[in-house]
């Protein structure tokens, strides 16, 4: 029978109460003269314990090592869909799933979870997976990220995987650190890079740290699976091979899984954001240049003269000037677009970091210093107030011949 994830040895244990104190999930608990109690529910195998622990009486690694020891080498996409369309997202993972599987030479499994998608397995396979896990139930139609965390789990006990990559998106944030905590997986939240390290085969995840300052290079060799939510627009999507098949595994979760405390009453799109800026390709920014929220009707004009989208820095969010989905940079989207104007915005790192890989990057400026420019492809020293205008004027002219 295999050991607890974490115990307490009544040998070297002193009953100081220590790790009942340093427990930042209030985990252990501690009877007068007692050895102290782990709540499994509670712990999330942190191991502040472990180190605050005086006499080294806690162990924490077996179960971790048995997860280890039984995960598969397959790696795993979470399939994100909205109404039972498979979400951009998804072909990115795929893309890098299937550089990461054919490195450690194992199978890329699509995990998909929804009503009524058996028609959605072709495409997977055809962006790259070999296996898609499919479970099918009416509670799945809509995403709700405590019954999908209940179904994922369930399936991670069942089949281990070595990886699970999911996107940094609404769903993938709130779904993916409910389904870490419940199997102990290794998560690193927004990567922007993803490697296999040649020496142990473990996934090194790389994310911005420290304000965006430092790029941080994580691995989690105590835990199975690796897991990672990957920022959207970070990677190319997986090319379609048409030729390309797979197997399909469908599979029953127990109906407890899929009862719910919360309900649908109805979805109302955000009104303002008409055009989804991280799939755009124009994206017409404005940051704290701006002045003033109704100058970002200026911007609008010339976004819709392109086809394009409105962006924003978070200086502008956070004046309350445009709506946070606006926002592009580190805590907001990252955009690829083909071109990128940005006016009245100086090119701080949290904001080059979620636009700096647009094919074109046009900069509209009053400060010949602004750092802005040190990254644009071209670059417009003057007043945006003047400028603006004249180009939405002329583009309009020239797309309107
Ligand atoms: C942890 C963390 C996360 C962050 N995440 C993000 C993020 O996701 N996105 C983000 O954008 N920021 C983010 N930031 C904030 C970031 O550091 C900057 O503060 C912000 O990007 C600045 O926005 P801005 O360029 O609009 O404003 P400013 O830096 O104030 O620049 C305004 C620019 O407008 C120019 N200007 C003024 N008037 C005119 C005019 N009439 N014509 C032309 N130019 C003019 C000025 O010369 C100046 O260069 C984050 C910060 C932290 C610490």
Redesign the pocket.
């Known amino acids: 029978m295999r050991e607890e994830p974490i115990r307490i040895l009544s040998e070297p244990c002193v009953k100081c109460g220590i790790c009942v104190k340093k427990c930042p999930y209030n985990a252990i608990a501690m009877e007068r003269g007692e050895l102290p109690e782990i709540d499994l529910e509670i712990c999330t195998l942190c191991g502040a314990c472990v180190q605050a622990c005086p006499v080294d009486a806690i162990k924490i690694r077996e179960k971790q090592a048995d997860a280890i020891d039984d995960a598969t080498r397959d790696v795993w996409v979470f399939v994100e869909q909205h109404d039972g369309n498979i979400q951009s997202i998804t072909y990115e993972l795929l893309g890098e799933g299937r550089k990461l599987a054919d490195t450690l030479q194992s199978r890329l499994c699509a995990v998909l979870l929804g009503n009524g998608l058996d028609g959605q397995c072709n495409d997977l396979y055809q962006r790259g997976a070999d296996l898609v896990y499919r479970v099918d139930r009416p509670e799945l139609a809509w995403f709700q990220d405590e019954v999908y965390g209940a179904v994922l789990v369930d399936l991670v006990k069942r089949h281990r995987p070595n990886i699970f990559l999911c996107g940094a998106t609404n769903q993938g944030r709130s779904v993916f650190s409910r389904v870490a905590v419940a199997v102990h997986g290794g998560l690193t939240a927004d990567c922007t890079g993803l490697a296999i390290e040649e020496e142990t085969g473990l996934l090194q995840q790389t994310r911005p740290a420290f304000?965006?300052n430092i790029m941080a290079t994580i691995i989690t060799p105590n835990s199975r699976p690796q897991m990672a939510t990957v920022r959207h627009k970070v990677f190319k999507e997986a090319e379609r091979d048409p030729n390309r098949t797979g197997k399909e595994m469908v599979e029953t979760v127990a109906a407890a899984l899929l009862k719910s405390r919360a309900q649908r009453v109805k979805f109302t799109m955000e009104e303002e954001s008409t055009v989804n800026i991280a799939e755009a390709n124009i994206v017409v920014s404005?940051?704290?240049?701006?002045?003033d929220p109704e100058n970002f009707e200026m911007l609008r004009d010339l976004a819709e003269a392109l086809g394009g989208g409105v962006g924003?820095?978070?200086?502008?969010?956070?004046s309350n000037w445009i709506p946070y989905s606006h926002?592009?940079?580190?805590?907001?989207?990252t955009v690829c677009p083909k071109i990128y104007i940005?006016?009245?915005?100086?090119?701080?790192?949290?904001?080059l970091?979620?636009m700096s890989s647009s094919d074109i990057i046009v900069a509209?400026?009053?400060?010949p210093e602004?750092?802005?420019f040190k990254y644009a492809t071209y670059g417009i020293v003057?007043?945006?107030?003047?400028?603006v205008p004249l180009l939405t004027a002329e583009f309009k002219k020239f797309l309107t011949k």
């Open positions: 304000g965006g404005g940051g704290r240049g701006m002045k924003a820095s978070r200086a502008a969010v956070d926002q592009v940079g580190q805590t907001g989207k940005a006016c009245g915005i100086s090119g701080q790192i949290q904001h970091a979620g509209i400026n009053k400060d602004a750092p802005i003057g007043d945006l107030f003047q400028i």
